[in-house]
T-cell receptor, first 112, second 112 residues
Framework: NAGVTQTPKFRVLKTGQSMTLLCAQDMNHEYMYWYRQDPGMGLRLIHYSVGEGTTAKGEVPDGYNVSRLKKQNFLLGLESAAPSQTSVYFC???????????FGDGTRLSIL | KNQVEQSPQSLIILEGKNCTLQCNYTVSPFSNLRWYKQDTGRGPVSLTIMTFSENTKSNGRYTATLDADTKQSSLHITASQLSDSASYICVVTSGGYNKLIFGAGTRLAVHP
């Protein structure tokens, strides 16, 4: 089992460019999440999904969109990248809300 | 305001020694408390999950305690190893699945 796989691992963008981060899980989990991790701060939830075809906003959703067209995939989109979105992005999945979340190894994104 | 505070921010210990990391929270309503280990450049990995009724839980050399009255938790590491060098993150879950409040973590370095 690969667990949770994130692509790409690194990316540098210019302000105003758009991109999509891909998260794939092979554990048949219903719940999937996107977080960002900034220095000196705890992880913050951007968006989450409780099943195929559903998405919901987390704590810091502005500037991001998500889609969950297939149960195993959760996509995070940046419509018009801004320097404030420079961060490490983590995807996670869980069987249900009471089970531990399994995290990918992150995407390091720099916006110039 | 829901908050999770961890101390110390960083800690250096010698291999073979024990250490204790602290987590204080002001989260309501409380659902469960989790400890994660995050190696440099990797995603967090779950160590323990404790509900309101549990006051201690072990995972190998890691033992977590929870005092729901004082809203404090600790993570005790016994006979530390070089591989224990990582950040340890305390997470408190409140109510629904989108209410995970992450601490900023304690960075532990184990030296030979």
């Amino acid at each position: 089992n690969a667990g949770v796989t994130q692509t790409p691992k690194f990316r540098v963008l210019k302000t105003g460019q758009s991109m999509t981060l891909l998260c794939a899980q092979d554990m048949n989990h219903e719940y999937m999440y996107w977080y960002r991790q900034d220095p000196g701060m705890g992880l913050r939830l951007i968006h989450y999904s409780v099943g195929e075809g559903t998405t919901a906003k987390g704590e810091v959703p502005d500037g991001y969109n998500v889609s969950r067209l297939k149960k195993q995939n959760f996509l995070l989109g940046l419509e018009s990248a801004a320097p404030s979105q420079t961060s490490v992005y983590f995807c996670a999945s869980s069987y249900n809300r009471n089970q531990p979340q399994h995290f990918g190894d992150g995407t390091r994104l720099s916006i110039l | 305001k829901n908050q999770v505070e961890q101390s110390p921010q960083s800690l250096i210990i010698l291999e073979g020694k024990n250490c204790t990391l602290q987590c204080n929270y002001t989260v309501s309503p409380f659902s469960n408390l989790r400890w994660y280990k995050q190696d440099t450049g990797r995603g967090p990995v779950s160590l323990t999950i404790m509900t309101f009724s549990e006051n201690t839980k072990s995972n190998g050399r890691y033992t977590a305690t929870l005092d729901a009255d004082t809203k404090q938790s600790s993570l005790h590491i016994t006979a530390s190893q070089l591989s224990d060098s990582a950040s340890y993150i305390c997470v408190v879950t409140s109510g629904g699945y989108n209410k995970l409040i992450f601490g900023a973590g304690t960075r532990l370095a184990v030296h030979p």
